[in-house]
């Protein structure tokens, strides 16, 4: 679409949707960004692209019955192609995801021109747009999200990354000495996610103790309780990931590093350790900058995957056939 045809476009309502290996979430959104109606449901992840694809479809549908949206965007689990609107790279968390036509399919099924992106970059968006908004001009941005996986997006001078087959951002898959040898879901070895992420921390707690543990919540509450393999086990993960963020920072100059995500949600054992981990590796231009919670919410990931519609191709219905 034209950037006129753009123009013609704006005063409608948008829709966005945000697709998790377990829900999708959907919202109507209008011209000034006011959330006009909200929708959720299940990803049938084990069903296939094909299904995943319908239920998204069908969600848009419940937040825009009488299609009064101009375009709609959305925020995809995955390695997205935003260019060709491909899913180029995805783990087994959905079904066959990896090559789904997610743009054309998407847009046919619904009858909406689509933009799509990572929804790590996605929601990474808005946090560039109020970066901007503080009076730093087109500023710098290192956004990390740290949970089932981890993560990330890199904007530098008021533009988003997105490098070749959308692979851009993937945090989790840069080395880390801290998981030398530990398998990575991608098939390489030593990755950050393997021991900074949700799974990871557990994972590492039960090679500590030699005893299963069901989930991180679990072991930050040991943590709590003062079992000290708990306590090396978060803060082993949270160091990861700042020796790598702190990194980064030096390669990339931000003027903001955001880390979310569930994992620094279980407190400030794990805030502390990563925090100064991340400060040990900065150089001197860089001595206090300190990572930051996202500054917006639940909402992020749908309004940041309506604001997709603005700044990347649409992929318009028809292109598949």
């Keep these: ?28 959104l209008g011209a000034d960004g006011t959330v006009l109606a909200r929708h959720s449901r299940p990803t049938p992840a084990r069903d296939g692209a094909a299904a995943v694809l319908d239920a998204l479809a069908a969600a848009a549908a419940e937040v825009d019955p009488g299609k009064s949206g101009a375009v709609l965007g959305i925020a995809a689990a995955g390695v997205i192609d935003p260019r060709t609107g491909m899913v180029t790279s995805a783990t087994d968390s959905i079904r066959g995801w990896a090559g789904t036509a997610l743009g054309a399919g998407l847009a046919d099924r619904t009858g909406y021109p689509v933009a799509c992106d990572n929804d790590v970059r996605a929601t990474a968006g808005p946090e560039l747009v109020a970066l901007g908004a503080d009076g730093t001009g087109d500023g710098s941005l290192l956004f990390a999200a740290i949970g089932t996986g981890v993560g990330g997006a890199i904007a530098v001078d008021g533009r988003m990354l997105h490098g070749a087959s959308g692979i851009a951002g993937h945090l989790g898959h840069l080395p880390s000495p801290e998981a030398a040898g530990l398998p990575c879901t991608c098939g390489a070895t030593g990755h950050l996610e393997v021991i900074a992420s949700g799974p990871g921390i557990a994972a590492h707690y039960e090679r500590l103790t030699g005893a299963p543990v069901d989930r991180l919540e679990t072991v930050a509450a040991r943590a709590a309780r003062g079992d000290t393999d708990a306590v090396s086990a978060i803060t082993t993960g949270a160091a990861a990931a ?6 980064l920072a030096n390669a990339f100059g931000p003027d903001r590093v955001v880390v979310g995500g569930g994992v620094p949600r279980i407190g400030a054992l794990y805030e502390d350790a990563l925090r100064a981990a991340f400060t040990s590796e900065l150089m001197e231009p860089l001595r206090g900058l300190v990572p930051r919670a996202p500054l917006l919410g639940h909402d992020a990931a749908v309004l940041g995957a309506a604001a997709l519609t603005t700044t990347l191709p649409l992929h318009h219905p028809g292109a598949l056939r």
């Excluded at 034209?2 to 949707?17: C, S």
Aim: aromatic residues 0%; without cysteine; charged residues 10%.
């Design 1 to 28: 679409m034209t950037p006129a045809a753009r123009t013609a476009q704006a005063g409608r309502p948008v829709v966005g949707l945000d697709l998790g290996g377990t829900k999708i979430a959907a919202a109507l």
């Design 242 to 247: 700042g020796h790598v963020l702190g990194g």
